[in-house]
Nanobody
Framework: QVQLVESGGGLVQAGGSLRLSCAAA????????VGWYRQAPGKQRDMVAV???????NYAEPLKGRFTISRDNVENTVYLQMNSLKPEDTAVYYC?????????WGQGTQVTVSS
């Protein structure tokens, strides 16, 4: 059974930074495409950043330069470093692991950016 557990969310002032973690059990994240998604109240869930098995990353265009996704194969964890945070970054952030027809989601972690 695959389990993804996000952590690192919280309340931060605009301009601050947070690092989110997605720890996995039951699978090796290095073998999957792993992404961070976010969902603000009343809005759809959108892709933030993705890292594939080869380490190639992809970002939502507006977030390039502020957010960085990375993977630690030893810790079996994927991180999302978020810098220069803005109030519009406020959302629940979810970790997703994808392989073929399978998608696994974490429970989400709340990020709130105050102005």
């Amino acid at each position: 059974q695959v389990q993804l557990v996000e952590s690192g969310g919280g309340l931060v002032q605009a301009g601050g930074s947070l690092r989110l973690s997605c720890a996995a059990a039951g699978t090796r994240l290095a073998a999957l495409t792993v992404g961070w998604y976010r969902q603000a109240p009343g809005k759809q869930r959108d892709m933030v950043a993705v890292i594939n098995q080869g380490g190639t990353t992809n970002y939502a265009e507006p977030l390039k330069g502020r957010f960085t996704i990375s993977r630690d194969n030893v810790e079996n964890t994927v991180y999302l470093q978020m810098n220069s945070l803005k109030p519009e970054d406020t959302a629940v952030y979810y970790c997703n692991a994808h392989l073929g027809a399978y998608d696994f989601w974490g429970q989400g972690t709340q990020v709130t950016v105050s102005s």
